[in-house]
């Protein structure tokens, strides 16, 4: 057994759990309408037969006022009960196990009827809440009482009480948010109460033989949250009122420390929960950032936590735990923690899929099922869109052969590795040299194909995924070589000076800028090196576990420059953002919008800043001015009348991304 702990079985008294996997809370969209919910049955059954010990759903709320946002899932009535069966009814035809998540947003209730302990707006958010009135509160307790009794009723094998993440009973717990001088406010006690009612009164309706987790916000990251002995307190109130099991909750929603992306450390958070231990006789959870089992193995090894929790690493790989059982963990397609495929999805009301799984909330529709015309299939060029083509037809049968003139598989991804912060794109790139290997592709490194070539395999179908080529920008000077642009820094390591101009602030000049500034290692690597850098407090001495954050200085000064109005990195996507903005503010980079490149010369770049002339001193100028597509071999194949499929940036370079290409290269090799 490679990994004695996650699989030994967890003894819950009514029921024991085959290992210590807890597939955690994340919403999908799925759950937001009734019509879907063949998908979601779909989606976790695909799940519980990977092997996970136990699930939970997307939050689900207990009432309208609840509501995440306007008519989401909601489990409030009789008649909802038949959709939720179609979940239980799948799962457990798997073998599987499955809590339903009682979440009431609260304040962050995307809609007009939200309410709070008091009338304070959240900062993320457009709607003031209205303040419950005490009965309003007593009748809120009925609402997740109910909601848990129908949960059980639907066939749910328990439920879990989100108390975290700044939610509802979260924002009655801080005085952050609960100014009420009734019995639900006041002092520590009285802010506790309304999280202590909801779990005695549910498990005296539910019974004990029903799983109940309440979700414990440990380290609440933001002004006004609970200080460590207040957390302890309720942590046992919890438990005597009757909760199974305690999972851990990291950082409000509108904290502004990064708690789940790819910058942040695996296992960053593992050690709250482990201060928790010894405190409470049941089982504890610990969260965040655990994407392998190795390091969910150490945490339980280390006595941190009885189970860990993860939500997107099982989007990723529905397969994990049954591959980390057979002792195949190489062959786990890993959550890269980039957000760009679930959360941001979710943030932009769409559904929720995975940037490396596209199949991810699409199980009933994008299918890989075994061809029945096996053909002989060239694809050209190994980045993330050829790869995921390549390694998909061949899973059906296909015989493929793919080609990429570089020495190794990997496209841009091989770039994008180097970044501080996105060292998890090694593990893609290790993921996709088993998975090509696993299904047979013929794989030919170093090999650039051209026409003639392709011409003489007689192939049935090319597919050119060819990437793309960085654009060049032309200005006086721009043929200096101190104008460098992003291969050069990623690609060809040229030395580069210490104060740096870099023309253009999408994606790859907010990670070059990154790459410059951060001096190695990275951060990423040393918990608490990353903690010190945003103020986390990790003796838990401070209320909320915050500090003064201790940036260190930067290895370069940076101006990241674009032509259009207004700040640079407003386009990047939402969840992420603002974490590299801040990552780049913390190093003094300046970023600047509206500047027109005149020339570069001995003094440095000249510019126009909001039509003010100014010369910037800089040693060098690194252009990462967009992309376009590399189409040549697209336009000679065709031209030469092979049947030719043009996928990922070879197609569009215009917005492309790793999302689009692994999409685009799975679509296309299921229809082929
Ligand atoms: P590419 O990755 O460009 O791959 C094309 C491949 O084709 C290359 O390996 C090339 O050598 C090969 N090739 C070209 N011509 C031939 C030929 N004639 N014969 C054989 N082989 C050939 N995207 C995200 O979604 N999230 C991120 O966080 C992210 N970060 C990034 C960071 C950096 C620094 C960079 C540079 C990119 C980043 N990207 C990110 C973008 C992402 O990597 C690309 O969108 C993606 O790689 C595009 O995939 P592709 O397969 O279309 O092309
Ligand atoms: P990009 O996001 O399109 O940004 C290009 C930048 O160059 C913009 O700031 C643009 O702003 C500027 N620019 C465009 N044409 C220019 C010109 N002729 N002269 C000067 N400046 C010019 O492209 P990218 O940064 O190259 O990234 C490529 C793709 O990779 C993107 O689609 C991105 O989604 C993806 N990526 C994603 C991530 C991620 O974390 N999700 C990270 C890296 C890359 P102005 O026009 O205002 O100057
Ligand atoms: Fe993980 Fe990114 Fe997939 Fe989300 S989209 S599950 S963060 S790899």
Redesign the pocket.
């Known amino acids: 057994m490679p990994f004695p702990q996650l699989f030994s079985p967890l003894d819950l008294g009514h029921v024991t759990l085959p290992n210590r996997i807890l597939m955690g809370s994340m919403h999908t969209g799925l759950e937001d309408k009734a019509s879907d919910y063949d998908k979601l049955a779909a989606y976790f059954a695909e799940r519980a037969r990977g092997g996970v010990g136990l699930m939970v759903t997307g939050g689900i709320a207990p009432s309208i006022r609840g509501w995440l946002k306007p008519f989401g899932g909601r489990l409030s009535m009789p008649w909802h009960k038949p959709r939720h069966r179609k979940v239980t009814h799948a799962v457990h035809a798997e073998g599987g196990r499955i809590c339903l998540q009682i979440l009431h947003a609260g304040r962050y209730g995307y809609h007009p009827l939200s309410v709070a302990p008091s009338k304070i707006k959240s900062p993320i958010t457009p709607f003031t809440p209205r303040a419950l009135s005490s009965s309003g509160v007593r009748t809120t307790i009925g609402d997740f009482v109910r909601c848990a009794q129908l949960a059980r009723e639907a066939g749910y094998d328990g439920v879990e009480v989100m108390g975290s993440e700044g939610y509802l009973i979260n924002q009655f717990i801080a005085a952050r948010t609960n100014r009420r001088t009734d019995a639900w406010g006041g002092d520590a006690t009285g802010r506790m109460r309304l999280a202590i009612e909801i779990v005695q009164r549910t498990r005296e309706a539910v019974g004990p033989d029903f799983i109940l987790i309440y979700r414990l916000s440990m380290l609440d990251l933001v002004e006004g949250g609970q200080d460590w002995g207040e957390i302890v307190t309720l942590a046992k109130a919890i438990e005597a009122a009757g909760a199974s099991i305690i999972n851990t909750g990291i950082g409000w929603h509108e904290a502004r420390i990064p708690t789940i992306v790819t910058s942040v450390p695996r296992a960053a958070f593992a050690w709250v929960t482990g201060k928790l231990k010894g405190e409470v006789a049941i089982p504890l959870i610990a969260t965040n950032r655990i994407n392998m089992p190795e390091v969910a193995e150490h945490i339980l090894a280390s006595g941190d936590a009885d189970m860990v929790s993860m939500a997107r690493p099982l989007l990723a790989d529905p397969e994990w735990a049954n591959k980390a059982r057979t002792g195949h963990s190489e062959r786990i397609n890993t959550c890269i923690a980039?957000n760009?495929a679930c959360l941001d999805h979710v943030f932009k009301n769409q559904r929720a899929s995975c940037l490396v799984n596209p199949r991810a909330c699409h199980e009933t529709e994008l299918r890989i099922e075994p061809t029945k015309t096996p053909r002989r299939i060239a694809v050209v060029g190994a980045g993330p869109a050829g790869m995921a083509c390549a390694s998909t037809l061949a899973e059906r049968g296909h015989d493929v052969t793919l080609y990429e003139k570089a020495e190794e598989i990997g496209g841009?991804f091989n770039y994008?590795k180097q970044?501080p912060g996105?060292e998890e794109f090694h593990e893609t790139l290790r993921y996709f040299r088993h998975r090509l290997g696993d299904t047979g592709v013929n794989v030919h490194l170093g090999q650039a194909a051209d026409v003639t070539g392709l011409s003489a395999g007689h192939y049935d179908d090319v597919v050119v995924a060819t990437g793309?080529t960085?654009?060049q920008?032309a200005f006086p000077g721009s043929d200096d070589p101190r104008v460098l642009n992003?291969l050069d820094v990623l690609a060809r390591h040229c030395q580069i000076g210490k104060k740096v101009a870099i023309?253009?602030?999408?994606?790859?000049?907010?990670?070059v800028a990154e790459f410059l500034v951060e001096a190695p290692p990275s951060p990423t690597t040393n918990i608490p090196r990353w903690a010190s850098q945003w103020g986390v407090d990790m003796q838990l001495s401070q209320r909320s576990g915050l500090q003064t954050a201790q940036p260190e200085s930067p290895a370069r000064a940076i101006w990241l420059?674009?032509?259009?109005e207004g700040r640079?990195g407003a386009?990047?996507?939402k969840t992420?953002?603002w974490v590299?903005r801040a990552t780049l503010k913390a190093k003094h980079a300046i970023m600047l919008?509206n500047?027109h490149?005149q020339r570069f010369d001995d003094q440095g770049l000249h510019v126009s800043i909001n039509d003010v002339a100014q010369i910037l001193p800089v040693d060098n100028v690194v252009?990462?001015?967009?992309?376009e597509p590399n189409r040549r071999l697209a336009d000679d194949l065709l031209a030469a009348g092979i049947k030719t499929h043009v996928i990922g940036?070879a197609a569009v370079?215009?917005?492309?991304?790793?999302?689009r290409a692994i999409a685009q290269g799975t679509a296309l090799a299921c229809r082929l």
């Open positions: 980039c760009q841009q994008a970044i996105k793309i960085p654009r920008v992003y023309i253009g602030a999408g994606g790859i000049g907010f990670d420059l674009q032509r259009s640079p386009r990047l996507n992420t953002g590299h919008g500047v490149y252009i990462c001015a967009g992309q940036g370079a215009a917005e492309l991304d790793a999302k």
